[in-house]
């Protein structure tokens, strides 16, 4: 079993940062692929970022991208969402998520196999 807990959620004007955080229980984090998702009210749950076990590989959905940056510390089982000139549009609850059996479809929801509570992400105009 894997617990991801999230944190660095809050309130931000645009144009603002924040640095998301999830951390993860057990002792294979090096063996997971992890995704940032979003899911806005009224919308679909989306793929937001994606990282590979050694952060060798990173993925982003475009809307982010030079905006977002996705890493991870896996001596502190840990992975990071930095974002950066948030807009109004980023506002969400904001979902960590393990891989544990990587296929290639990091941008699916359905490829991850644990997910965190989420951490709400407020963007003021």
């Known amino acids: 079993q894997v617990q991801l807990v999230e944190s660095g959620g809050g309130l931000v004007q645009a144009g603002g940062s924040l640095r998301l955080s999830c951390a993860a229980s057990?002792?294979?984090?090096?063996?997971?692929?992890m995704g940032w998702f979003r899911q806005a009210p009224g919308k679909e749950r989306e793929f937001v970022a994606a990282?590979?076990?050694?952060?060798?590989?990173?993925y982003y959905v475009d809307f982010v991208k030079g905006r977002f940056t996705i890493s991870r510390d896996n001596a502190k089982n840990t992975v990071y969402l930095q974002m950066n000139s948030l807009k109004p549009e980023d506002t969400a609850v904001y979902y960590c998520a393990a891989d544990i059996n990587y296929s290639g479809n990091y941008r699916n929801g359905i490829e991850y196999d644990y997910w965190g509570q989420g951490t709400q992400v407020t963007v003021s105009s």
């Open positions: 990282i590979s076990w050694s952060a060798g590989n990173t």
């Open positions: 057990g002792r294979s984090f090096t063996r997971y692929y």
